[in-house]
Structure formats: structure tokens, C-alpha cells
């Protein structure tokens, strides 16, 4: 890494995200939750989701786009199913009370599952699989986002990057966690690669004119005038299965908008409502109980055990090593907890601006 990269610990990085929500009026409880979902994202090496997240949703809470009072209200509640409308408050509280209300059901009927309507970015979606997987459940946990992704032979972004996020126990000392977006890279993706000056892939994403594209900050630019898409997990036609990424972000798009009469495709980019701009989206949660299929101990020896023979298969030549999803996280979670979270020179400068601004004072970053 760059000798302007520092390390911070995660514990302080933790705190000090808490009292940035704090210092602009979220309530603490609340901001306890957003700053354990952003430092999980940089715990598991999702760098995108993380701090990097924070200045964003600073700057919108200043500009009234959030409301920092997180009302919820119940508009539908069965045994087994819920419906709720987050009004425009932080994404990440009004997740984890659906999901939390998700794995309530599931623990009684064995299934539960909530969908969400005007919620904001949730950040990491995989955290609230998590929290279904640490009660012995399967999680899967859903969110549109502003269009970012074209149909298939489009150019227009029209989907977001629409994660399709689902996870599993297993008897290993870590779970089975996809947790990834329906586009070949993300949005925050881009981000990262902008703030380090560093080029992207080629064949992730093309111009109005269908052409591909790897200057990041040009990327982020052309996206903000919609003249730049993301392509979805096959890319570009139907040569090598783009298809397949555009079909699965467009059921997320049903799950996150349709079950709720919600916000989408176009409208997620941000509507007006008496006088004020709001950034909506929508959420679906589910947790499997698997003590109602069957005993979790045999599940998750099973779970392990497919695992254990994905990763022992044979490697293609020069192959270190075979990986399975929510592994990889895992060992950054583990070095990270010990090292800390790196934070790059414009990371840097943007935590300097909030903790001037809200006179933090009691926080001695060395930098």
C-alpha cells in the first residue's frame, strides 16, 4: 500500500463514526447500529461500504435528505410476514428492525419475512445475513439503489447495483456469506478506485454509445449525467450471459419495490417532497429457520462438509489455493481486527473535515 495509507483501530474508527452520527442529531442507540454496520464492512475488507460511506451519508443528513430520527411504522403484520415504511429515516436502523423482526417470525412459524419501503442506504447487505445467520438461520437480505446498471443491449442506467445477498452456517469457524451486487463492480467500487487514481477493469462498464470505459473519476462523472452504466454480472450482450446479472437485478428491483409499493428503477436517482429532496429505497429480508427443516448441527456439518470439498477440488495450474464465499472476509476480519483499518490520504482529509466541523477534539488521528 501507499506510504500515505494509515492504519486505524477499529475500535477507535467505531467510536468516532458514532459520534459523527451523534454530532448531527441521530439519536445514540441508532447511531450504535450504523457505526457497527460501517465497521463491519471495513472489518470484512468491503472497503466500499464502510468509512468510506461516511461522508456521504453526512453530507446528506446536512442537507435534510435523511431524516436523523428514525420513525418506523408497521403498515401490515402477520405471523409469518411484515411490512414496513422506514419515512425517509437511516437505512441501516430501519434494516436491522426488519431483519430482527424476520428472525422473530422464523423463530416461531420457522419462516419470516419483511419487505421495507421509503428506506435509505442500508450499507453492507450482508450484515443483516448475518444477523439471521448467527441465530442458526439461512439469510438472504435485498436493497435497490439508484440506477446504475442498463438492460441487456441498453445504455441507459436503469437498475441498481442491487445486491442479491444470502448466507448459511456451516460447522467451520466461519459461515457461508455471498454478499455481492448484481453488476460485474459497484458504485463504491468505482469510488475506491477513484480515490487511489487506479483504472478499472476492462469490460465493467460503457458509455451512452455502448463504448467500455476504465477512467474511474470520468466513470463517476458520467454516471451523475447518466451517460455511464455498469454492467451486470456477464457483461455487455448476451455473448457471455449478461442476462443473467440483468434478470437477477431486476427481481431484486420486484422484491425491493413491488411487495411494498415502493420507489423505482428511475425515481430511486432522488424525488422531491414538499420542497425537500429524498433518496428512497426499498428493502426484502428472510430468515430460514433450520431447526423447522431439520437438526442445525446435521445442517451445518452438511453445509461444511461442501465447503471443505469445493475448496480440496482440484486447482487449476498456478492456483494457490480454492476459496468459498464469506472466507475470504473472514481472514481480513481476523487481520484487521489486529492491524486495523486502512484509511487512504482522501479518506484522511474527509474524516479531518467532519471532526472539525463537529470539534471532536477528544480523537488524535495520526494524520
Avoid at 44 to 59: A, E, F, N, T, W
Avoid at 236 to 259: C, H, P, R, W
Avoid at 304 to 332: C, F, H, Q, V, W
Avoid at 334 to 362: A, C, T, V, Y
Amino acid at each position: 500500500m501507499s506510504i500515505e495509507v494509515k492504519f486505524i483501530d477499529a475500535k477507535t474508527l467505531k467510536n468516532f463514526m458514532r459520534d459523527v452520527f451523534i454530532g448531527v442529531g441521530v439519536p445514540e442507540e441508532d447511531a450504535q447500529i450504523i457505526s457497527d454496520v460501517l465497521i463491519a464492512a471495513d472489518l470484512r475488507g468491503i472497503d466500499s461500504h464502510g468509512v468510506q460511506r461516511l461522508k456521504m451519508y453526512y453530507d446528506r443528513i446536512k442537507e435534510g435528505i435523511y431524516e436523523v430520527k428514525t420513525k418506523i411504522d408497521v403498515i401490515k403484520d402477520g405471523p409469518t410476514t411484515a411490512l414496513l415504511d422506514g419515512n425517509c429515516g437511516m437505512g441501516h436502523v430501519i434494516a436491522h428492525k426488519a431483519m430482527k423482526m424476520a428472525i422473530e417470525k422464523a423463530k416461531k412459524y420457522g419462516l419470516g419475512a419483511v419487505a421495507v419501503r421509503n428506506s435509505t442506504h442500508f450499507g453492507i447487505a450482508g450484515y443483516y445475513s448475518l444477523m439471521a445467520i448467527k441465530e442458526g438461520m439461512i439469510g438472504l437480505a435485498v436493497t435497490n439503489a439508484r440506477p446504475s446498471i442498463p438492460p441487456t443491449f441498453g445504455v441507459e442506467p436503469m437498475l441498481g447495483t442491487n445486491p442479491l445477498t444470502i448466507g448459511a452456517p456451516t460447522d467451520e469457524n466461519f459461515p457461508f456469506l455471498i454478499d455481492c451486487a448484481t453488476s460485474i463492480i459497484q458504485r463504491g467500487k468505482v469510488e475506491s478506485y477513484s480515490r487511489i487514481d487506479k483504472k478499472l477493469p476492462e469490460n465493467t462498464v460503457i458509455d451512452e454509445n455502448g463504448e467500455f470505459m476504465i477512467e474511474a473519476s470520468k466513470v463517476l462523472e458520467k454516471m451523475i449525467e447518466r451517460k455511464a452504466a455498469l454492467l451486470p454480472l456477464g457483461g455487455k450482450g448476451e455473448d457471455t450471459s449478461g442476462y443473467k446479472g440483468y434478470g437477477y437485478a431486476t427481481i431484486v428491483e420486484l422484491l425491493s419495490a413491488a411487495l411494498q409499493n415502493g420507489i423505482y428503477l428511475r425515481d430511486t436517482l432522488g424525488i422531491v417532497e414538499v420542497g425537500q429532496k429524498r433518496l428512497k429505497v426499498g428493502h426484502f429480508f428472510l430468515a430460514i429457520n433450520i431447526d423447522s427443516f431439520i437438526g442445525i448441527e446435521s445442517f451445518k456439518k452438511t453445509a461444511g462438509n461442501i465447503m471443505r470439498d469445493l475448496r480440496n477440488s482440484p486447482k487449476e495450474p498456478n492456483a494457490k489455493r480454492i476459496y468459498t464465499a464469506g472466507e475470504k472476509e473472514s481472514m481480513a476480519e481476523f487481520e484487521r481486527s489486529e492491524k486495523g483499518i486502512p484509511l487512504n490520504i482522501s479518506l484522511q482529509n474527509d474524516i479531518k473535515i467532519m471532526q472539525k466541523e463537529l470539534e471532536l477534539d477528544q480523537y488524535k488521528f495520526p494524520f
